[in-house]
């Protein structure tokens, strides 16, 4: 593995949660938060490994902005990105509270520590379940549910779900964490700790790459493969990119199977979920968190 593109690629992101922070305010268009963060990435050296996912209250991930969207920040925000360098990405995650919300403020107190608790064990001789159990707990002891159904992951390069699943419950799981690269994302609720699939939030990856007939879906198909490979994009680059006939472009792509446009995962109506994420390097005696 590329040591020094992992460990830069979580320099850049670290550097950018404390950037961006201040800029969050009620009100905020989330469009215009996710190109800040986007532009900040590639000015300091990195690239996007997938757009900003910016979710409200009960969604807990993957949506970003449309090309016009008008959504503006409220309630309970999620920060999702991530950096890649020559694809070796870092992936993190913070929540912040713009309603001055007590529940909102333990809500993500309960992920924060959750993901500390789980630092604190995490060697390449943890087992998944043990690190399930000590965010389980911590998010319990809040009175609240870690989402079951959402959980971290191995990275490679190129590759942001790479196999591996980390449980933020006791799964009974005795799989070592062995060497490699890893995101923890505990997301404490709530609700019931169990998302389900709701509208699409404007996140495509190319699933599977064949020939299409259609020119205009066929010239965007082979920016897609150029410029994202196997990593996710988002619908508003592309719009940038072509104008309005990406639009079509993606529709006939989803349509016909070549895309995969992901849906937003979200709790009961109501409810609210909180996240927080960190990327880990595993080496055989040492852990490092990438992006803080
Ligand atoms: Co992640």
């Known amino acids: 593995m590329e040591k020094e593109k992992i460990l830069k690629a979580g320099e850049i992101a670290a550097e950018i949660k404390e950037w961006i922070l201040p800029q969050i305010k009620k009100g905020v268009l989330l469009l215009e938060i996710a190109e800040l963060i986007e532009e900040k990435i590639c000015e300091l050296g990195g690239q996007p490994a997938f757009p900003v996912n910016l979710s409200i209250n009960e969604d807990a991930a993957h949506y970003t902005p449309s090309f016009n969207d008008d959504t ?22 913070f929540s912040v509270d713009l309603e001055n919300s007590e ?4 809500l993500i107190k309960a992920s924060e520590e959750a993901l500390t608790e789980a630092e604190k064990i995490l060697s390449a001789k943890t087992k998944m379940n043990d690190v399930g159990k000590v965010i389980q707990e911590r ?4 009175g609240f ?10 990275m490679e390069q190129y590759d942001l779900h790479s196999g591996i699943s980390v449980p933020n419950v006791d799964n009974n799981s005795g799989l070592e964490f062995g060497e490699g690269l890893f ?7 709530n609700g019931r ?14 699933e599977n790459d064949r020939n299409v007939r259609h020119p205009t879906a066929r010239k965007i198909l082979n920016f897609i493969r150029e410029n994202y490979g196997s990593l996710p994009f988002a619908s508003r680059w592309l719009i940038a990119e072509f104008g309005n006939s990406a639009i079509l472009a993606l529709n006939l792509l989803e349509r016909e199977g070549v895309l995969h ?24 005696n040492k852990v490092t968190k990438t992006t803080a």
Do not use: C, M
């Not at 549910?145 to 191995?154: A, K």
């Open 72 to 93: 503006v920040a409220e309630g309970l925000l999620k920060v999702d990105f991530g950096v890649e360098i020559d694809g070796w990405i870092s992936d993190t995650a």
């Open 103 to 106: 529940l909102n403020r333990t």
């Open 145 to 154: 549910n870690p989402v079951v159904n959402l959980s971290g992951h191995s």
């Open 139 to 142: 998010i319990n002891f809040y």
């Open 183 to 189: 995101a923890l994302e505990p997301f404490a609720t």
């Open 193 to 206: 700790g169990f998302i389900t699939e709701g509208k699409k939030g404007n996140i495509y990856l190319l």
């Open 261 to 284: 446009h992901y849906p937003v995962f979200t709790e009961e109506k109501g409810k609210i979920v909180s996240q927080a994420e960190n990327t880990f390097l595993i080496e055989k």
